[in-house]
């Protein structure tokens, strides 16, 4: 039973991006051990809250990450 967990900062993504981002998840991983498994695929999105995530020794916004996304 394949299970995936992303986590990621509270507020970032609305609820819209999260199905979509479950959709495109399972279909990967289908994509590799098999459409019969989708019945019993997990995906799991687990919100942090603003504060408590870090990367380098800095606290991570929900702003710093819609800035950075917007520069691609």
């Known amino acids: 039973m394949p299970l995936a967990q992303l986590k990621g900062l509270s507020g970032y993504l609305d609820a819209e991006q999260k199905k ?12 590799v051990e098999g459409e019969g ?10 919100d942090v809250p603003e504060g408590q995530w870090g990367v380098g020794g800095n606290t991570v916004s929900v702003n ?9």
Not at 20 to 31: F, G, N, P, Q
Not at 37 to 46: A, E, F, M, Q, Y
Not at 64 to 72: D, P, R, T, V, Y
């Open 37 to 46: 498994l989708r019945p019993v695929t997990w995906v799991i999105i687990d």
């Open 20 to 31: 979509l981002l479950i959709e495109r998840v399972t279909d990967a991983i289908l994509s």
């Open 64 to 72: 710093f990450l819609k800035n950075l996304a917007s520069q691609q």
